[in-house]
């Protein structure tokens, strides 16, 4: 089967063709084409249905393709494949049947589902995986999480524990949810960029003679969101911008201890994830909705 990918952030959309069996391990999977257009958010609504719709072209000018696989920020209802919810990095989502306007457009099945889920999924099912629940944890802008229960890939198999809004310090940093002193306010980009005065991550986490105090209450705090996880699922991948920053991590796998040794890992895909995420639960997952 081919598969018309994109992966929709506040940023950028990123697309990808997919050719892969249903039912095929995902490592076997074979993509090419990887794209990125601005999502033009900060033009409204209709910016943004134009980017989507440029992306998904951009793939079947290349190849033809029997279906479109879609991850997007925001809440997705898992069958039906609308956006429940969106925050204003994506206006106009909120509510939005982006399955529906899809097929009307392009006359060919449509799936659609969260982005960190995706990406959750891809990470999961890649390689050897694991038959056990995992979480996976996503640090960038922000810090999300999803739980993936072995081999049951439908609407109640990936959960999104929140993880990024747990209250890490009582009375800390507003965070955009609303709360204070929420786990994504100390362990994501946004915060080590904040807390350093520095917005060049991959400078940060070079220099520990300058910047020795932040990233340890960085690797403090992810500990904690690890510990946080594994009441959830006992393995836990970790993904996202700053993870492929790799300086810090043996540090912070020290700090976590010898228990958690075999059971956490670093993610592999990259910021393919949520786009090869998206094609293996269009081809392997079960919804409710045709
Ligand atoms: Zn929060």
């Not at 982005?115 to 999300?144: F, K, M, P, R």
């Not at 999104?160 to 980009?189: F, M, N, W």
């Not at 946080?228 to 393995?235: D, F, G, I, L, T």
């Not at 592999?268 to 269009?282: H, K, V």
Request: hydrophobic share 45%; net charge negative; aromatic share 10%.
């Amino acid at each position: 089967m081919k598969l018309a990918c994109i992966d929709i952030g506040g940023t950028t959309v990123k697309s990808l063709f997919v050719e892969a069996q249903k039912g095929a391990p995902l490592s076997s999977y074979k993509w090419e084409g990887y794209g990125f257009a601005p999502t033009c958010a900060a033009q409204g609504f209709e910016a943004i249905k134009r980017s989507v719709l440029l992306s998904i072209e951009s793939v079947l000018a290349r190849c033809s393709c029997d279906a479109i696989a879609v991850a997007t920020a925001g809440t997705v209802d898992w069958d039906s494949g609308k956006v429940v919810f969106a925050t204003e990095a994506l206006p106009g989502f909120s509510g939005f049947d982006l399955r529906g306007f899809l097929k009307a457009e392009f006359d060919m099945p449509v799936r659609v589902i969260n982005d960190a889920t995706a990406a959750a999924v891809a990470e999961h099912y890649n390689g050897d995986h694991i038959d056990s629940d995992e979480a996976v944890l996503t640090i960038g802008t922000g810090l999300g999480a999803a739980v993936v229960a072995a081999d049951r890939l439908d609407a109640t198999g990936v959960t999104d524990i929140k993880l990024g809004h747990v209250t890490y310090v009582p009375g800390g940093h507003r965070c955009k949810c609303g709360k204070l002193g929420c786990l994504e306010q100390y362990v994501s980009a946004t915060a080590m960029r904040r807390d350093c005065a520095n917005s060049d991550l991959d400078a940060v986490f070079a220099d520990k003679a300058t910047y020795g105090a932040q990233i340890d209450a960085f690797e403090e705090a992810l500990c904690f969101a690890v510990r946080k996880a594994s009441e959830y699922a006992p393995y836990i991948v970790i993904g996202g911008g700053v993870t492929e920053i790799a300086r810090w991590w043996d540090d912070f796998t020290k700090k976590l201890g010898p228990v958690f040794a075999d059971r956490i890992k670093k993610a592999s895909l990259g910021n393919r994830a949520g786009a090869l995420g998206a094609a293996y639960a269009a081809l392997n997952g079960s919804f409710e909705r045709q």
